[in-house]
């Protein structure tokens, strides 16, 4: 069974701090990682996705990959009280579909 | 333009209706999908068109029916489905997964109601 595991949170960050989302695969084949954002009532945002060892920065948020530990993580600096919303981290299925984690509810409290 | 459209937002049908939802991606890909998504929940999966062909059918009841007409379009259409079938139904894109990267675009989703 392919699985993708998160902590479910919630994680409460204060403005302005550094947010640490984490989760781990269990498919050693999947290639690629992808973080969505999710806003309560709204539909999944692709923020990072990242496919090789090490870090992928893009503005605020930092995707980092460790094949070897089977571990992907997303950080978010300088949090802010919109970044509140659900990460779901997901892997990439040997056909195209993805596997997805159940979610990190973040907080960030002004 | 990283858009996938789809209609209808809302959708409230009884159990005997026939209806059908609608996504259009302008983006040049060869990939698109259905998932489910319950409150709560991750997105679940329920078909992959590739090159508007199914290549996955995660033993989705045939009460749902999804159409790829080409490349652009995607549909489900929807018969006899029942309470627990209420979801938002998320559409996505991606280029047709030959390499180590093929993020899916979502749509916005349609809020279905079965009463």
């Known amino acids: 069974q392919k699985e993708v595991e998160q902590n479910s949170g919630p994680l409460s960050v204060p403005e302005g701090a550094i947010a640490s989302l984490n989760c781990t695969y269990s498919d050693r084949g999947s290639q690629s990682f992808f973080w969505y954002r999710q806003y309560s009532g709204k539909s999944p945002e692709l923020i990072m996705f990242?496919?090789?060892?090490g870090d992928k920065e893009d503005g605020r948020f930092t995707a980092q990959l460790n094949k070897a530990s089977q571990y992907v993580s997303l950080l978010i600096r300088d949090s802010q009280p919109s970044d509140s919303a659900t990460y779901l981290c997901?892997?990439?299925?040997?056909?195209?579909?993805?596997?997805f984690g159940k979610g990190t509810k973040l907080s960030v409290k002004p | 333009d990283t858009e996938v459209t789809q209609t209808p937002k809302h959708l409230v049908m009884g159990m005997t209706n026939k209806k059908s939802l609608k996504c259009e991606q302008h983006m040049g890909h060869r990939a698109m999908y259905w998932y489910k998504q319950k409150a709560k929940k991750p997105p679940e999966l329920m078909f992959v068109?590739?090159?508007?062909?199914?290549?996955i059918n995660e033993s989705v009841p045939s009460r749902f029916s999804p159409e790829c007409p080409n490349s652009s379009l995607l549909n489900l259409h929807l018969h006899a489905l029942q309470p627990e079938d209420s979801a938002l139904y998320l559409c996505?894109?991606?280029?047709?997964?030959?390499?180590?990267?093929?993020?899916?675009?979502f749509g916005p989703g349609t809020r279905l109601t079965v009463t």
């Open positions: 068109y590739s090159y508007e062909k199914l290549s």
């Open positions: 990242i496919y090789s060892n």
């Open positions: 997901a892997g990439g299925g040997s056909q195209g579909n993805l596997i």
């Open positions: 996505a894109s991606s280029q047709a997964p030959t390499g180590p990267s093929y993020e899916q675009y």
